[in-house]
C-alpha cells in the first residue's frame, strides 16, 4: 500500500480521499481479477487485505471524531436542559404572581422530563423531542414568554435537530 501511495500523486489526500481512490481501485481490481491484471501470487490478496485494514481505520477515525462532536452536543443540551427546567422549577417560587403562574402551567408539563440530561442518547432524543412537543403547544406560549424562555427553547430545538443528524450519521458509519 505504500508502494502505491509513492506511486501515485496523492500525497495530498487525508486518509478518506485516499481510502476512496484505493477502494475504487480495489473494485476494479476485483472486476477484472488477478490473473488478467498478471499481479504475482499473493500480492492481491495482500491488496484487498490492506484494502479492508484501511477502511476500518478511515472508519474509526470518522467514528471517532463524530463521537467527538457528539460529546460536545450532548454537553450543550445537557446546559441548555439544566437552564430551561432550573428557570421553570426555581420561578415556581417567585413573588410576582404572573411569572409564578407561569412557571407552575410550566412545570406541571415538564416535570417528567427532569431526569432527561441523564438518559442514554437515543432515549434522550426522544425525551427531548417529546418536550420540544410539549412546550409548543399554544396554551403555553404566553408562559413561555411570561418567562422568557424562548431563546432557550430555539437553541434547544436547533441543537436537537444537529444532534440527531450527527446520531443517525455516526449509526450510518458505524453499519458500514
Known sequence: M???????VVKRFNNSEYFYVVDNLSSQFLAYGAEKLKFPEGLFEQFQTDVTRLKDMVLMSRSSH???QLDSLDVELNKLLLVLLGVIRLE???AISAKSTAASLLYSTTKSYKNV?????????AQIE????DLSKEDLSSSIQALGLAEEIESLTLQEARFKVLLNTRAN???H
Open 92 to 94: 415556581r417560587k417567585n
Open 66 to 68: 463524530e463521537t467527538e
Open 130 to 133: 417529546s418536550l420540544l412537543y
Open 2 to 8: 505504500v508502494e502505491l501511495k509513492n506511486h501515485l
Open 117 to 125: 440530561r441523564k438518559a442514554p442518547r437515543r432515549q434522550k432524543m
Open 173 to 175: 458509519t458505524q453499519m
